[in-house]
């Protein structure tokens, strides 16, 4: 296949890295220009929005999109990792924290809050990770960050045993939240506001903008011969979910294609479509007019 573009959500199976995934998008597209929008552990399952060709300038864009997931949360035992992939660093136990408690503890994080990300995050302190920095051993204290949980809402509070005996409570929460809210700190902060402590057991994200899980034509299984035809989303299809869109006649679209203005008023970033069809550059207001933040290299391509 040659000059190949568009979207393609993947569930992104357990035990996989992102970049994991990304290479295996790579054979199969035949094609190094993949990227991914929003990383995901290799522990979390789930929505991955990849891009191929010409839509990988699209994931940038993507990624400031908001968030839904579906975690475990393990109170009574916390881990230097703050998930279940991590060392065990203290085990208080939960032997006596019941839903109500939960559920008064987790509507403190419904909302707008400052959140200090997870230390093993990808955050960069002073040019290198921080989780590379907590790894080699030292100790990263990140500044707090604004962001919106909008949904919070807790499930299933089952008591059970941990490996090493310890009584611990297995939260289930279903979440809504802004790009930039990291649940394994949702975790840690509802643990220690219960006092007991506490780490992300198990992650799904299953929506990320307007792409949810169940559209996947791609994973769990990456080990298939080809991409199925049914997971391709065009770049303009894409696009249109999520961006206002406006069609541009053939004049407008030459234009677009030399990265010019246009007389047009818009409100926020918005996808211009070419009269075929296709994708030709996503632009942001200024003033009365619409100016380019990226535009889609031939302009006309897809």
Avoid at 15 to 44: C, E, F, N, Q, Y
Avoid at 141 to 164: C, F, H, S
Avoid at 251 to 276: F, K, M, W, Y
Wanted: hydrophobic share 40%.
């Amino acid at each position: 296949m040659t000059d190949i573009s568009g979207v393609i959500v993947v569930d992104k199976p357990q035990g996989i890295t992102s970049h994991g995934v990304v290479a295996r998008v790579r054979r199969l597209a035949g094609t190094r220009k993949v990227g991914h929008a929003g990383t995901l552990d290799p522990m979390a399952t789930g929505v991955l929005v990849v891009g191929v060709g010409r839509a990988t300038r699209l994931l940038g864009h993507l990624t400031l999109h908001d968030k839904r997931y579906l975690a475990t949360v393990r109170l009574g035992q916390e881990t230097i990792t703050e998930d279940a992939e991590g060392t065990i660093t203290a085990a208080l136990g939960a032997r006596d924290i019941d839903a109500e408690a939960v559920r008064a503890a987790a509507s403190a994080y419904l909302g707008e809050i400052d959140q200090v990300p997870s230390s093993v995050s990808a955050i960069k302190v002073d040019g290198v990770r921080s989780y590379k920095r907590v790894r080699s051993g030292e100790e990263v204290d990140l500044p707090a960050r604004r962001v919106t949980i909008t949904r919070l809402d807790v499930g299933a509070v089952t008591p059970a045993a941990a490996a090493d005996g310890t009584p611990v409570v297995d939260v289930e929460l279903d979440v809504e939240c802004s790009s930039g809210t990291y649940i394994r700190a949702l975790a840690r902060d509802i643990g220690n506001a219960l006092g007991v402590g506490g780490h992300l057991a198990a992650l799904r994200r299953t929506r990320v903008g307007p792409f949810t899980v169940e559209e996947s034509r791609l994973g769990p299984d990456l080990d298939v011969p080809s991409i199925p035809a049914d997971a391709w989303l065009a770049s303009a299809q894409a696009a249109r979910r999520c961006f206002d869109a406006v069609d541009v006649n053939a004049a407008e679209a030459a234009d677009v294609a030399h990265g010019r203005s246009l007389p047009r008023q818009i409100e926020g970033l918005t996808a211009l479509i070419g009269p075929t069809g296709s994708l030709l550059a996503l632009y942001r207001p200024a003033g009365d007019s619409a100016v380019p933040e990226t535009v889609f290299v031939d302009g006309e391509g897809q």
